[in-house]
């Protein structure tokens, strides 16, 4: 169970760099790798908001939950 990062798909459909989302945001390249891969334990919602204007996209269009059923 957790939560699934799929901005890698959203930049895609938007046609757009990381390297030009993480300028946008005003975050390091390396950062937004990290968000992108998952490796990051948490987001500002400062952040959060600014990728979602710079993609045109809502929060659930970039992050998903991932259910395990064998999980309690």
């Known amino acids: 169970m957790g939560i699934k990062v799929t901005l890698n798909v959203m930049l895609a459909r938007r046609n757009m ?10 975050i390091t390249e390396q950062n937004l790798s990290l968000l992108r891969t998952g490796k990051v334990r948490g987001v500002r919602f400062a952040t959060l908001a600014r990728i979602c204007q710079a993609l045109e996209c809502k929060p659930g269009d970039i992050l998903d939950f991932e259910w395990n059923e064998d999980e309690d």
């Not at 760099?17 to 005003?26: I, P, Q, T």
Request: charged residues 30%; without cysteine; aromatic residues 10%.
């Open 17 to 26: 760099k990381a390297k030009d989302l993480a300028a946008f945001v005003g």
